[in-house]
């Protein structure tokens, strides 16, 4: 949902998903708890590819910025993790 603006998020996730009706996947609106659930379901030698945002610290939801970052939020899953 990387700046998505007033684009609902089911027409996102419809265009994207066209060709994958052969291939197990979960679709996760939230970008944050979507990060977490792949972070979480990671086996070893995996590798989560986080594309779109960027450096960026805001997502544009429904013309409003909204303070957000998946740098911060893979850090958090990280720290979280370790402990």
Do not use: W
Not at 26 to 45: P, Q, S, T, Y
């Amino acid at each position: 949902t990387d700046n998505r603006g007033t684009t609902p998020f089911n027409e996102i996730r419809d265009d994207i998903v066209i060709g994958l009706e052969h291939c197990p996947y979960v679709c996760i609106e939230d970008r944050e708890m979507a990060i977490k659930f792949g972070f979480e379901n990671m086996l070893d030698n995996d590798v989560l590819v986080l594309i779109g945002k960027g450096a960026e610290n805001f997502q544009t939801i429904e013309n409003e910025r909204v303070s957000y970052s998946d740098r911060h939020s893979v850090e958090k899953l990280i720290d979280d993790d370790i402990r």
